[in-house]
C-alpha cells in the first residue's frame, strides 16, 4: 500500500503540472499522512539537510566553469580543433560534433549545456553546409548525452551522493562507456552519412593544425588537470570543480583575454540560476528519499524481485527495462533521484558492484534525455536547429539505438567499467 500511495501522489502531482520538487515533497508528505508521522519540522529539517553535502558543491563549481569557458573562447577554439583534424573528410562535420561531444563533455559534464554550446554553433554549419537538418540535429542530441558520463559528470555527483558511493570511482568508470558511445556514433554516422551530398573544409595544412592545437591547448588541458589530479591525490572530486571554475576564469581573462567584467557577471547569474533548480530538486528528493526508508519501500521492493536476486545479469536487463521506461517521462535528475533510495538496495542484496550500477544507471538516464515526450535534450537541439520533435526523431532513432546497443554490451561486459576503475584506485 505504501508503495501505491508514493507513486499514485507523485505521478498525481506531475500530472496536475506540479513541478517535479514540489511534486517530490507531496508524495512525502502523503506518506507521513498514511503512517500517521505528519511533523511539518522533520520536512524542513529534511529539506536544509538535503543540500548541506560537501559533495554537492561541486554541482555549482563544474556549472560555472562551464559557463566561464562558453564566455571565454574555449568552446570556440575546442571546434575549431577538431574541425582542423576530421573538417576535411566526408561527413566532416559530423565527426567534428562527436569530438567536440566528447571534448565538451571533459569540460562541463552537463548534456544540456553541452548540446545547447555545441548545436548553436554546428547545427547551422552543418545546414548551411548540405547536411540533412533533422539528421545533423540528432546526432549533436545524441553526442550531448555523452556529457552526464565522461567526467566531470553532474548526473555522477548527484548519484554518488544519493547513493553514497564513491564519486571519483564513478568518474573513471565512466571513461570507456563515454568512449565507446562515442565511437558507436561514429560508426552510425559513418553509415547513414555514406550518400550525404554536402560541402567539406580543404584539408588544413600541417601548419594550421599545429596553429588550431595551440589555441585550444588550455581547454584540452583541463581534463587531464582533473583527472590528474584525482589520480594522483591532490584534490578531490569537489576540489577539482574549484580548480576548473579558477582555471577556466584564469584562461579565459588572462590568457585569452575574453572575460570581461560583464561577461563574469552574467556567467554567474547564469550559474546561479541552473544552481539553484538543481540543488532545490535534490533538496526536496532528500526528504522523498528519507520517508522511502522510513516506510520500508525498498524491502517491499526486494520481496517482489526475489527470484531474480540469484541472477544478476537477468536482474539488471529487468532493472534497465524499468529505468528506459520511466526515462520516457521523467528528466534524468528527477529518476535518479526518485530512483536510487529504491534501487540501491537491492543492487547491493544482490551482489552487484554499486559503482558499476551506478554507471549504467546513469547512462539509461542519459539514453532517456533522447526520448519524447520530456527528452530535455532533443527539445534543446529542436530549438536551435528550429525543427519539430517528429523531424529530429527521424535523425536521432539510429544513434539513439547504437547508445542502447552501448547499454547492453556493459550490461553483458562489466569488466569494461570494473578494470579501468581498479586500475586507477591501485
Same mark, same amino acid.
Given at each position: ?15 496536475? $503540472? ?42 555549482? /563549481?563544474?556549472?560555472?566553469?562551464? #559557463? ?20 576535411? @573528410? ?52 545524441? $553526442? ?11 548526473? /555522477? ?6 547513493? $553514497? @558511493? ?6 573513471? $568508470? ?21 550518400? #550525404? ?206 547508445? @542502447?546497443? @552501448? ?5 553483458? /561486459? ?13
Amino acid at each position: 500500500m505504501t508503495i501505491t500511495i508514493f507513486v499514485g501522489s507523485l505521478l498525481g502531482a506531475m500530472a496536475l $503540472g506540479i513541478p517535479i520538487a514540489f511534486a517530490l515533497m507531496i508524495s512525502a508528505v502523503c506518506l507521513m499522512l498514511y503512517l500517521g508521522m505528519l511533523d511539518s519540522q522533520i520536512v524542513a529539517q529534511t529539506l536544509v539537510n538535503g543540500a548541506d553535502s560537501v559533495s554537492l558543491m561541486a554541482i555549482p /563549481f563544474f556549472i560555472l566553469a562551464g #559557463e566561464l569557458m562558453n564566455a571565454g573562447g574555449i568552446s570556440k577554439r575546442i571546434i575549431d580543433f577538431a574541425i582542423s583534424i576530421v573538417g576535411h @573528410v566526408r561527413g566532416g562535420l559530423g565527426y567534428v560534433a562527436i569530438m567536440t561531444a566528447v571534448l565538451f563533455a571533459c569540460l562541463s559534464g552537463s548534456a544540456v549545456a553541452d548540446t545547447a554550446a555545441v548545436g548553436s554553433i554546428l547545427i547551422p554549419m552543418m545546414t548551411q553546409a548540405g547536411y540533412n537538418p533533422s539528421r545533423s540535429a540528432g546526432l549533436v542530441a545524441a $553526442g550531448g548525452i555523452i556529457a552526464p558520463i565522461i567526467p566531470p559528470s553532474i548526473p /555522477f555527483i548527484i548519484f554518488g551522493v544519493a547513493s $553514497g @558511493v564513491s564519486i571519483t570511482k564513478l568518474f573513471i $568508470g565512466g571513461i570507456v562507456p563515454g568512449l565507446m558511445m562515442a565511437f558507436g556514433l561514429a560508426i552510425v554516422w559513418w553509415y547513414v552519412s555514406r550518400k #550525404e551530398q554536402s560541402a567539406v573544409y580543404p584539408r588544413k595544412s600541417a601548419k594550421e593544425m599545429i596553429q588550431a592545437t595551440k589555441h585550444a591547448f588550455w581547454g584540452l588541458l583541463l581534463p587531464v588537470i582533473i583527472l590528474g589530479g584525482m589520480k594522483g591525490g591532490i584534490f578531490t572530486a569537489t576540489e577539482a570543480a574549484a580548480v576548473a571554475v579558477f582555471y577556466a576564469w584564469f584562461v579565459g581573462t588572462v590568457i585569452y583575454r575574453q572575460i570581461r567584467l560583464k561577461d563574469l557577471y552574467d556567467a554567474l547569474v547564469a550559474a546561479s540560476k541552473t544552481t539553484s533548480v538543481v540543488m532545490f530538486l535534490i533538496a526536496a528528493s532528500m526528504v522523498a528519499s528519507w520517508m522511502i526508508t522510513v516506510a520500508n519501500i525498498p524491502s517491499s521492493i526486494t520481496e517482489v524481485v526475489a527470484p531474480l536476486m540469484d541472477d544478476p545479469l537477468l536482474l539488471l536487463l529487468m532493472i534497465n527495462l524499468l529505468v528506459l521506461i520511466v526515462g520516457t517521462a521523467m528528466d534524468l535528475t528527477p529518476t535518479i533521484l526518485v530512483l536510487t533510495p529504491v534501487l540501491m538496495p537491492i543492487v547491493e542484496k544482490a551482489g552487484i558492484d554499486p559503482v558499476y550500477f551506478g554507471i549504467l544507471f546513469i547512462l539509461n538516464n542519459a539514453i532517456g534525455l533522447l526520448t519524447p515526450p520530456v527528452g530535455t535534450v532533443l527539445n534543446v537541439a529542436c530549438g536551435i536547429g528550429k525543427i519539430s520533435m517528429d523531424d529530429i526523431m527521424k535523425g536521432v532513432w539510429p544513434f539513439l539505438l547504437v547508445q @542502447v546497443v @552501448v547499454l547492453i554490451l556493459l550490461i553483458v /561486459f562489466p569488466s569494461l567499467v570494473t578494470v579501468p576503475i581498479e586500475w586507477f584506485t591501485h
